[in-house]
């Protein structure tokens, strides 16, 4: 740029965005007072939003730039109007006041005007902040609020078609921005500032080359770019066609712009050093491949419009073919680096005469929906009595798109025409020569496309009955259409006002030479060689509309597999379900880590409970010497039952000693004392020597493996000793007089009580005993040796044996406790109950209850000594590690 | 500079305020609802003005720091207010007030009302120390208390969902605060008792220990910043929580993880030690790795509270990313974010628990023409999706913006398709639900249902208050980014002060 000068700053183009974006919250409040209000009300906040760009003109022209700023997001919103700024802005709010003026016509079959209006407003206030920014924040934000907001646009008839187009036009817009998005961060990693200004051309070439491509793209996807256009020909149909008008003509061209500054502006050289060949490398190359996007874009969009029947999907599809064209003009301008005046002029000349004619065509359209009901060409015809200031305002627009001289989209296509030709010129690239080609059978293209809509809509017999309701549209809507069409047949007859006014000054900014407009205008405006080539685009456009009428080529249906579209919804398919099969196996990943986990839980209580049992069994064994349960039963029974015999057996020998003093009449309470204590002791000490033999006997017994037969015979074979009371009394008392009198008696009492041992042979009737059981062969080996084997086949069972084990060999908690009241009242109501009682309770819960006391002891002395030897080993350790 | 005394009582204050109201509403079992309501809101608000107070002195540049006791002759609880501290202290302060203001509508019908708010006022109070740590002690201290006494609330429904969902919860966040607490303790070991403040370690201690360090706070500080392998609480524990409490849950409760992380990272190892050491290239690929992982499962969940939650991983994802990539630009990023996050997804929040009370559905595809039943729920839910994909000019943006040129800065490139990723998976799990809300035909309503006779079940204004004040600081956290006082710009001193 050569705008060293100072800055001219303006507050107009605030002003012109700011206007309609508070307007827009106005218009609910109006509605709810009065719709015609409100009507009057949009109208006006259009026109004046065109009169205050209108007003930028001049400053435009004498400071060839126009900033300002306001500060806020990100450092600020910042505006700069330079001469393609304007012209963008101008027919902008031009084509917005006309698409206002004709919608509130063609609402009234619509609902939620207030929804449409505010709408509107906030679009016009987007499309205008998107091409006034100075810096590509801002024109970022303008950008996605104008392509979120247009949604409503697309889907403000909530028809299912209306919807689906709607998503799809959504989640395109959604993506669109993000690529936006990573272009714009990615300039700035090139050394960008986030102006519109030349880029450093250091970085490596393929950030380049990414930041390059995601910018087209972004941008690409709003201007129905192929291969990302896919949404366009579903949303701009659905719409209401005031809104039809304004998406085709004009927000789509925002998406041009984007890349018409991309290409002319952040990847061209500075103008400083434009005359250095090699400094326009890159940009030269990013134009071809914009040119060829373009190529591909007008081409294939053509021949899809050839194939429609519905007239504004037919529009919608010649939107993308002309976008095709204005690409190919920007591409032209790339490739030609310094000298691309010719591109960039027929690219811009046609993205304000599209706009143009575009929503003229949309506009026309809609007024025959709004009589009609009908969209289908072929079910249309004859019109032109019906409504005829329509047909000539749609014959003027189709004049203009179709490139008729004198009209406006002549002067453009040739100058895009003069700009692919000057490209093959410069360097003989046979491609471009067939690019040239390719262009003017789509110009053909769309000569047919026209010939055969004006043809079927309004030409022709009427195919259907109309009533007196179809008739000429309302004034409003001929009015908005008339604006465009004026438009329209100005600028084919006086080009000179936009290039001479716009684009001479505004690519001088630049850097470009204007010459070659002039050249143009002067030797080529209106030639013969353009006019030619006009003549041939219809010659083939009116071959190929009789060849299409006559053969049904237009009623063909292409394979699925050629859609682009068909493409994409697969691979989102793809898409969805690959994520889909990611959250399921991680579902299914979470149900197994929570299952193992419980798993993992169970093992862990499994070997909680053996080990438990292990430990207990180890001590058992370690302290008692046996751990075959029914041998220590048996030892606890038997010890159990003969203990309570052996105190049986003193308590008898008591007895007899005080009834012997009883009948002897002895009445001294020490000399009484004397003789009973003489005889329980005696007693005691025989019962003793008798208990001690007996175990012996039990625990022989035990160890030859008849514990089973000891367990159940124990209680009888005690019964049986009953008469070893009679002599251990007999000795006792026989005894008594000796000990009182202090002599030892100690050899006598031990002789009786081997005589009495030898009289009962206790260990010979166990023996028998046990002869008469039938003892299975297994059980034979349960001796003390095997207690270890024994011990770990145990386990199994032993599992309830910890439960049963209280229980075994002793009493049950109810016997127990009446034992324990009964042994109380008695200890209490019993005379000397202190001396009777500690010796003598003879009392089976007693001794239980004191075995499993010592039992008890046992056990924890173990624990304590285990833990001790586990303290010394880690102490031992510690001090060895020092 | 030094502040004088006259103004540090005010560090202080903002942690024992909610502290006495949490207790003050422990015992309010027996009063009047208004009585109970008025107290607490005036405690939230007080909390609410001392810790804005604290912000402005420390970005006019004041040193706040008190020392409150003595635990060692070393080692003393100690409050240090620096900008990032105060930064997230506000935003706690303010998040917290606007739940404790839904709560009151939205909490009116439910049971144990005095447990629930004291211990909703506690966590403040525990969020305010843990932001006013003056060293890892007093930091360890607060994030204990804070991991630990919050348990009671996402137990507070006691449905057996919300126990097993509290019993993942407290066995997650036990593991993670044991880590924590190991780092900490082996901090102290090789670098003693200092402040935060300037980095800890340097590069004299051994790369080793400096390691098992490291994997230690980041493995602990991960769980509670739901970093993937170790998010397993955020999607169970949301759910099962009240809603208010998800709001801070995931507006502050997850983020308490990386601010962990950024202590972490700038105070206790900094910028460049780290940047010797090579790990973060390792976080920065986790956190990546969280972002899209995380946005794709929430593409699929069907439960609306659930797929938000596992929203909140993946944007926490972002902000450990930014802390990873060691730039200024990523971390202003990640802190402003923090505080970004915080009101966007209290609003997603707010607007979560209005339509679960007020329509009685939970799942996503029973949503369809809300927008008719509830608008400005509906409004609320769309508006804030927008800016949590990140549209301009609104909250979300501004954070992903400058993670953006962090990410350029750093030179690590392809994490701008990670971020672009995330927020366009942002889109596909959010914008249905706005969709559905707005253009799906409602299904008929069930006679008798209250929403039979009203027609409409928008919730009474107590509960669309601090809804609409969430929204509009999302609003405002967007367009008001220049002021020295905008979080940004605090953000900005914040992540200068790190990599000075």
């Given amino acids: 740029m050569h705008g060293e000068s100072e800055t001219y700053t303006s507050l107009l183009p605030i002003v012109s965005v700011a206007l309609p974006l508070a307007a827009a919250a106005a218009v609910p409040v109006l509605g709810r007072i009065r719709a015609g209000l409100r009507n009057a009300f949009v109208v006006g906040v259009t026109a004046a939003a065109l009169i205050v760009v209108a007003a930028l003109v001049p400053a435009v022209a004498e400071h060839h730039r126009v900033e300002a700023h306001v500060p806020g997001l990100m450092g600020g919103l910042s505006f700069a109007v330079d001469s393609f700024s304007l012209l963008f802005a101008l027919f902008a709010a031009f084509v917005w006041f006309a698409s206002t003026l004709y919608s509130l016509d063609y609402l009234a079959h619509e609902h939620k005007h207030d929804r449409y209006h505010v709408t509107n407003l906030v679009a016009l206030a987007s499309m205008l902040g998107v091409v006034m920014a100075a810096d590509l924040v801002t024109l970022y934000l303008f950008f996605e609020a104008l392509g979120l907001v247009a949604f409503l646009f697309v889907i403000h008839t909530e028809t299912d078609d209306a919807k689906r187009a709607a998503v799809k036009y959504f989640w395109m817009t959604v993506i669109g921005g993000f690529a936006l998005f990573g272009g714009i961060m990615l300039t700035f990693a090139l050394g960008g500032t986030g102006a519109l200004a030349p880029l450093p051309a250091e970085g490596a070439a393929w950030l380049r080359w990414t930041a390059a491509a995601l910018l087209v793209l972004g941008f690409g996807v709003k201007a129905g770019m192929q291969p990302v256009h896919v949404w366009l020909p579903d949303a701009h149909p659905v719409a209401p066609s005031p809104a039809s008008a304004l998406l085709s003509g004009v927000m789509i061209k925002a998406g041009a712009y984007g890349i018409f500054r991309t290409v002319t502006a952040l990847f061209r050289p500075e103008v400083a050093e434009h005359l250095e060949e090699h400094a326009w490398a890159f940009s030269s190359q990013l134009g071809m491949v914009v040119l060829w996007i373009g190529i591909f874009t007008m081409s294939t969009g053509v021949c899809m419009a050839l194939l429609q029947s519905n007239a504004k999907r037919m529009l919608a599809y010649h939107s993308v073919s002309q976008m095709g064209f204005i690409l190919a003009g920007i591409g032209a301008a790339g490739y030609l680096g310094a000298h691309g005046a010719m591109g960039i002029a027929g690219g811009l000349f046609h993205v304000l005469n599209h706009a143009l004619f575009k929503a003229c065509l949309f506009l026309g359209v809609g007024a025959v929906y709004v009589r009609t009901h009908s969209l289908d060409m072929y079910h249309l015809g004859g019109l032109w009595k019906r409504m005829p200031v329509t047909f000539a305002l749609m014959t003027i627009a189709a004049a203009g798109i179709t490139g008729v001289p004198l009209f406006n989209g002549f002067v453009s296509k040739c100058l895009i025409h003069h700009a692919i030709v000057e490209a093959w010129e410069l360097h003989e690239v046979a491609a471009l020569g067939i690019a040239e080609k390719i262009y003017i059978v789509t110009c053909g293209g769309t000569a047919c496309s026209f010939i055969k809509l004006i043809g079927l809509v309004f030409l022709g017999k009427e195919k259907t009955e109309y009533g007196p309701e179809v008739r000429e549209a309302p004034a409003r809507m001929l009015a908005a259409m008339g604006l465009l069409a004026a438009a329209i047949v100005t600028l084919g007859v006086r080009p000179q006002i936009v290039i001479r006014g716009i684009f001479e000054p505004g690519l001088h900014l630049w850097g470009l030479h204007p010459d070659i407009l002039e050249e143009y205008l002067s030797d080529y405006f209106l030639s013969r060689g353009d006019i030619s080539s006009v003549v041939v685009a219809f010659a083939i456009g009116a071959t190929v509309f009789t060849v299409g009428m006559k053969t049904g080529l237009f009623h063909a249906h292409l394979p699925n597999w050629v859609s682009i579209d068909w493409w994409y919804g697969k691979a989102v398919r793809a898409l969805w379900r690959v994520t889909e099969l990611i959250a399921r196996a991680y579902e299914r990943y979470l149900r197994f880590v929570s299952e193992s986990l419980e798993d993992v839980r169970d093992a862990y209580e499994r070997v909680r409970v053996r080990v438990e049992r292990t430990y207990r069994r180890a001590i058992a064994v370690a302290t008692a010497g046996v751990a075959e349960r029914d041998a220590q039963r048996a030892i606890a029974r038997a010890e159990v039952v003969l203990d309570v015999e052996r105190h049986e057996e003193v308590r008898t020998a008591v007895d007899r000693a005080i009834a012997t003093l009883a009948s002897a009449g002895v009445v001294d309470e020490a000399e009484w004392r004397e003789s009973v204590e003489a005889v329980r002791e005696s007693a005691a000490y025989v019962a003793h020597r008798l208990f001690a033999v007996r175990m012996a006997a039990v625990q022989d017994a035990v160890r030859q493996g008849h514990a089973r037969a000891v367990l159940e015979r124990i209680e009888g074979l005690v019964a049986d000793t009953i008469p070893a009371r009679d002599r251990v009394a007999a000795a006792a008392i026989a005894a008594a007089a000796d000990r009182r009198a202090g002599r030892d008696v100690a050899r006598r009492l031990a002789a009786a009580a081997n005589a009495a041992a030898s009289e009962e042979r206790f260990d010979l009737k166990l023996r028998a005993l046990a002869r008469r059981t039938a003892v299975p062969g297994e059980r034979l080996v349960a001796g003390a040796e095997g207690a270890p084997v024994q011990a770990l086949r145990g386990l199994e069972q032993a599992a309830g044996a910890v439960g049963r084990r209280a229980a075994a060999g002793s009493v049950t908690w109810g016997r127990w406790f009446a034992d324990m009241v009964r042994l109380a009242v008695d200890a209490l109501v019993r005379e000397r109950a202190g001396r009777v009682f500690d010796t003598a309770s003879s009392e089976e819960s007693v001794l239980a209850t004191r075995r499993a006391i010592t039992r008890y002891a046992r056990d924890m002395s173990f624990n304590v000594a285990v833990v001790a030897g586990m303290l010394l080993v880690f102490v031992a350790a510690l001090a060895r590690s020092r | ?500």
């Avoid at chain 2, 609104?394 to 040129?405: H, I, R, T």
């Avoid at chain 2, 209250?450 to 509960?463: F, H, R, V, W």
């Fill in chain 2, 1 to 500: 500079m030094g502040a004088g005394a006259e103004v540090l009582w005010m560090v202080p204050a903002a942690v024992f305020a909610p502290l006495a109201g949490g207790v003050a509403a422990a015992f309010s079992g027996s009063w009047p609802e208004a009585r109970r309501r008025a107290l607490l809101a005036v405690v939230s608000v007080v909390t609410l003005v001392l810790a804005g107070s604290v912000l402005a002195r420390v970005t006019a540049g004041d040193d706040m720091s008190v020392r409150l006791v003595k635990m060692t002759p070393q080692v003393w609880i100690h409050l240090r207010v620096d900008a990032l501290g105060a930064l997230y202290g506000a935003a706690a302060a303010g998040l917290w007030l606007l739940a404790l203001v839904y709560s009151f509508g939205y909490m009116a019908d439910e049971h144990r009302l005095s447990r629930y708010y004291a211990f909703f006022m506690l966590s403040l109070a525990w969020t305010v120390g843990v932001a006013y740590s003056g060293n890892l002690l007093t930091f360890l201290v607060f994030y204990e208390l804070f991991s630990i006494l919050t348990y009671p609330l996402v137990v507070h429904e006691e449905t057996p969902e919300a126990l097993a969902a509290g019993t993942k919860y407290i066995v997650y966040i036990l593991i993670g605060g044991s880590l924590v607490l190991l780092a900490i303790v082996y901090t102290y070991f090789l670098a003693g008792g200092q402040d935060i403040g300037a980095p800890l370690f340097d590069a004299s201690v051994p790369r080793s220990q400096l390691l098992v360090v490291f994997w230690c706070f980041l493995a602990g500080f991960g769980v509670k910043a739901a970093l993937v392998p170790l998010h397993g609480w955020v999607p169970d524990a949301h759910p099962a929580a009240p809603a208010p409490f998800s709001a801070v849950l995931s507006g502050m409760m997850v983020a308490t993880g990386t601010f962990g992380i950024m202590r972490v990272v700038f105070n206790v190892f900094g910028v460049r030690l780290l940047a010797e050491l090579g790990v973060m290239r390792v976080v920065a690929g986790l956190a990546a790795f969280t972002v899209v992982f995380a946005a794709v499962l929430a593409m699929h969940q069907d439960d609306i509270k659930r797929r938000l939650a596992y929203s909140t991983i993946s944007q926490m994802g972002y902000v450990t990313l930014g802390i990873a990539l060691l730039d200024p630009l990523a971390a202003t990023g990640a802190i402003v974010h923090v505080a970004n996050h915080a009101f966007m997804k209290g609003a997603l929040f707010f607007c979560a628990g209005l339509i679960i009370k007020r329509m009685g559905v939970r799942s996503v595809s029973e949503l369809a023409g809300a927008a008719k039943r509830m608008p400005v729920t509906a409004a609320a839910f769309a508006l804030t999706s927008l800016a949590m994909i990140g549209t301009p000019p609104l909250a979300g943006f501004v954070s992903k913006w400058y993670l953006g040129l962090g990410i350029l800065e750093s030179g690590q490139v392809a994490y701008i398709a990670v971020l672009i990723g995330g927020a366009l998976l942002a889109g596909v799990y959010l914008l249905p639900i706005v969709y559905r809300m707005y253009f799906r035909e409602p299904a008929p309503i069930a006679a008798g249902s209250p929403l039979a006779e009203s027609g409409s079940s928008e919730a009474p204004a107590t509960m669309l208050m601090p809804l609409a004040a969430a929204v509009l600081l999302t609003v405002a956290l967007g367009l008001c980014t220049t002021p020295s006082w905008s979080p940004l710009q605090i953000a900005k001193a914040a992540a200068e002060g790190f990599f000075r």
